[in-house]
């Protein structure tokens, strides 16, 4: 059974402020062009860079939105909403044009992620979506990024699916761990939709449902002989260890090599090493040790620091709700309307008004060493603009790039932020500032609005 | 264009490993049944109980999962199963039997939420996402119930949808939030999806695309007269109150009455006090204030103590993504196999065996005061059971509670738990203790498998 497109899925996954100031505008005739920057206000702790992900999906949202039938009955079950409004609302697409930052880019605090323009209509009805897909996204991404760092080279799989905030959660951490360099992930249903490679190991459950634990290794291994991972800890690490050495014995004897063991609990640095000896004393050194329980980007560190013997790690929970920084202060705020710069101005909460461009320098050595926040309409020479127009009138530019390809952007650009930016602790601060004409607009749009509001009442 | 049944879309939202091991025991013809319990190992800081939700998503899951052609054309393109076992999924159906804990209950920690009896194949295929369906909505209903208690009868609403952890997230929060007494969501999906009432208020956008502030305050309280509530802070809240005050008069012109005026910046119990004085000396007392802004427990009790004059607040992003505790210690272990009873042994996480009820004991005053945990077969006299069956051959037995009942029921059980435990900081432990036939039964099995487990290899 086919399904419904995104758009349509989801038209009401909005606020309900962003109908009713859609009546008020159309009650008004108001419907100028308005733009929208989304950015992250600042950094969680021990954080200095982010990794924007999630733009397929908004462009997906934006060229497939309309309310359906059943959208609209509900809207008028409501009794809030006219009917010149909710005709309206039948015939309601998408039909402006977004500006990006490309699937796996790094970028910083206060930069915009993307800019959306079209009719403020449009424009202000698809925010709740857009921040939410981008957030999810770029949020495990920026965390994930760090888990792949703390592991230095070694193969990471995502196994968080279960602990996920919910099921579409469980699918974005799939992917947006992928995009920064996991090896892939327990989850089915991820490895289907965006062509993730998948990999499992087996259950406590499983070794427990067998009359002992060898004859629940020997079957598994009859069954997967490729992709056979032992848990080892159901009982006891040790005698765990010993059987899969047995186990990967008998493997050998049929022309077949264990893949490797794994394990969940205990002191995992101490009991890698005994594993380690276990395993390479009867000659079976081309067998892994993977470690799973509890793993980020610190415990990585950890383990490896005591001297772990760990080949590979499944990732699970703190990377799949990012459990040290669960959200981003991220916004999507209106800079520009009619041809006019906007901006609020509460307390704390200053945004940059106008279409706007990042510009990245790089040092002598390719380095990244500095982004300029400018206006669009405004040229730095020497300088690489980061935004691209990636849909106008409502439809996508051509395709994105494919989930490979930006992971592999990701992984070029990575190596172009130098190692201050990347400590997984205190990290140093990236310089960004903004061009004079951003600055000078800024400035002026400020104080006209300190004019021409606090004088009011 | 109807959706496919959440049984079949979600099929392949699972782990690896429940197909591998599924393929093992199909291939030794291992189906026995096998009881798994899902429940919560240890409390998050500063709490001392959970309140159940999710259980109407589990049963449509299970009661209506199959794998499409699309999901065994995928399983078969991934090289990994044979013929035999591919042409097994493709009929196989849910036919075990669940008992679970009544939506809204409140429990404690290693008590079962729920306990699944199944052949095994089918047991355990579905716990990825029975331990993903239950976690996000217990963990947001065991967040938000901290919020109710905070806000002492003051009306909330849940604004977290922009920054949930996806899409599915965003309708759990909104459902699990209404579930222990928020008022509503300004999640418009859920609203039509489960029925909860839906709010909004209007956005700083709103207010900067006009010409001036005022201005849009009027559209919106001509467009909206009954549900006004108009943002003060975009500009300054103070001349912004003194704006919306001035609308009031216009509405009350009119026969119309201003419902309320939402901070969303700054100190907000001083300015809070001085929107109050305004309203108040313009003869506005009914004139609601809302706060909005990083609001969760804390920021709620702070913001009273420190004299706050709010009617009503809405809570977002840290409430929206339990963000002191955004996972729970939540596993769906096996327990029973084929008649006996199993457990792990692995280092620090040893599980209750066997199929279990809970018992829960009042005292003279009505109230909560303590629970055990004993075999099902087991009755406890004086005791009332937590646990009943509410699926049977994998079909539903009879109606769930709708929400608004579960809601009813939640806000019953919640009054009859003493005060010590629902401390928002360092609340007491309930007590929880095993019967004797339980205690022993864990026993006799843990000593079984030391022997069994440890002489070998």
């Known amino acids: 059974m086919p399904q419904a497109p995104l758009g349509e899925r989801l038209a009401l996954l909005t606020d309900l402020y962003q109908l009713t100031m859609a009546a008020c505008y159309f009650d008004q005739g108001m419907n100028e062009e308005a733009t929208f920057s989304l950015f992250i206000r600042?950094?969680?702790?021990?954080?200095?860079?982010?990794?924007?992900?999630?733009?397929?999906?908004?462009?997906?949202?934006?060229?497939?939105?309309?309310?359906?039938?059943?959208?609209?009955?509900?809207?008028?079950s409501t009794g809030l909403f006219r009917t010149p409004f909710l005709d309206f609302l039948k015939t309601l697409r998408f039909s402006g044009e977004v500006h990006a930052l490309p699937e796996g880019s790094i970028f910083f605090k206060d930069e915009p992620i993307l800019e959306v323009s079209a009719p403020v209509i449009e424009a202000q009805l698809v925010e709740t979506f857009i921040i939410n897909a981008v957030n999810i996204q770029t949020l495990i991404a920026s965390k994930a990024a760090r888990v792949v760092q703390a592991a230095r080279g070694r193969p990471l799989v995502d196994f968080s699916l279960r602990r996920t905030q919910g099921s579409d959660a469980g699918l974005k951490v799939a992917r947006a761990s992928y995009l920064v360099g996991f090896a892939g992930t327990s989850n089915v249903l991820a490895g289907k939709v965006y062509g993730i490679p998948i990999f499992g190991t087996m259950a406590h459950s499983y070794i427990t449902s067998f009359p002992d634990e060898i004859e629940a290794f020997r079957v598994f291994s009859k069954n997967f002989p490729g992709i056979a991972t032992l848990l080892i800890d159901t009982y006891d690490n040790i005698v765990g260890a010993r059987k899969?050495?047995?186990?990967?014995?008998?493997?050998?004897?049929?022309?077949?090599?264990?893949?490797?063991?794994?394990?969940?609990?205990?002191?995992?640095a101490a009991i890698s090493r005994e594993v380690r000896h276990i395993l390479d004393q009867e000659g079976l050194n081309y067998v892994g040790i993977l470690a799973s329980g509890g793993f980020d980007e610190d415990k990585i560190?950890?383990?490896l620091a005591q001297g772990g013997l760990i080949d590979s790690f499944a990732v699970g929970t703190k990377m799949g709700v990012a459990a040290d920084a669960p959200y981003f202060d991220i916004a999507y705020k209106m800079v520009k309307y009619a041809g006019h710069p906007v901006m609020k101005l509460s307390t704390g909460k200053v945004t940059l008004v106008d279409k706007k461009q990042i510009w990245r320098?790089?040092?002598?050595?390719?380095?990244?060493?500095?982004?300029?926040?400018?206006?669009?309409?405004?040229t730095l020479s020497g300088a690489t603009p980061l935004l691209t127009q990636v849909m106008q009138n409502g439809t996508p530019l051509g395709p994105l790039p494919t989930l490979r390809e930006s992971r592999e952007y990701f992984r070029r650009q990575f190596a172009l932020l130098p190692e201050a930016y990347k400590?997984?602790?205190?990290?140093?601060?990236?310089?960004?500032?903004?061009?004079?004409?951003?600055?000078?607009?800024?400035?002026?749009?400020?104080?006209?609005?300190?004019?021409?509001?606090?004088?009011?009442?």
């Open 42 to 76: 600042k950094y969680p702790k021990n954080r200095s860079y982010f990794v924007a992900a999630g733009l397929a999906e908004v462009l997906e949202y934006l060229s497939t939105l309309h309310f359906s039938e059943d959208d609209l009955a509900y809207l008028e």
């Open 244 to 268: 899969a050495a047995r186990v990967a014995k008998e493997m050998e004897g049929r022309g077949e090599r264990l893949r490797s063991v794994r394990l969940d609990s205990g002191d995992i």
């Open 361 to 378: 320098n790089f040092d002598d050595a390719g380095l990244m060493n500095g982004d300029i926040i400018s206006l669009r309409e405004e």
């Open 301 to 303: 560190t950890e383990v």
């Open 423 to 457: 400590a997984l602790k205190d990290p140093g601060l990236y310089p960004v500032r903004l061009s004079r004409g951003l600055a000078e607009q800024e400035a002026r749009v400020e104080k006209e609005l300190y004019q021409r509001e606090m004088g009011e009442a």
